[in-house]
């Protein structure tokens, strides 16, 4: 079984920056494409980004391009997200993703995910 493990949530003022760690078990890391979605009340669940397992290529969503970046450490078994620039736009409980060999999409439910890590852009 695969677990996915989220931190590095919190309080942040706009305009400052956070990182996300997702930390996976049970499989080999190495295997799994991974992808970070968010969301808030009363909202879907939305796209944030997505990393090929050999980290070769990446992909945002619209809202967050420019100011998100996505990468993974295959040797700590570790996807994180730099998030900068915040905005009160950006405040959702933010998952992590995996899919065993094919990637990470929008629209397409993962193979698994984590519990989520509360995000809240707020001065």
């Known amino acids: 079984q695969v677990q996915l493990v989220e931190s590095g949530g919190g309080l942040v003022q706009p305009g400052g920056s956070l990182r996300l760690s997702c930390t996976v078990s049970?499989?080999?890391?190495?295997?799994?494409?991974m992808g970070w979605f968010r969301q808030a009340p009363g909202f879907e669940r939305e796209f944030v980004a997505a990393?090929?397992?050999?980290?070769?290529?990446?992909y945002y969503g619209d809202s967050v391009k420019g100011r998100f970046t996505i990468s993974r450490d295959n040797a700590r078994n570790t996807v994180y997200l730099e998030m900068n620039s915040l905005k009160p736009g950006d405040t959702a409980v933010y998952y992590c993703?995996?899919?065993?060999?094919?990637?990470?999409?929008?629209?397409?439910?993962?193979?698994?995910w984590g519990q989520g890590t509360q995000v809240t852009v707020s001065s």
């Open positions: 993703a995996a899919n065993f060999l094919r990637r990470v999409a929008p629209g397409e439910g993962p193979d698994y």
């Open positions: 049970g499989r080999t890391f190495s295997s799994y494409s």
């Open positions: 990393i090929t397992r050999t980290a070769v290529t990446t």
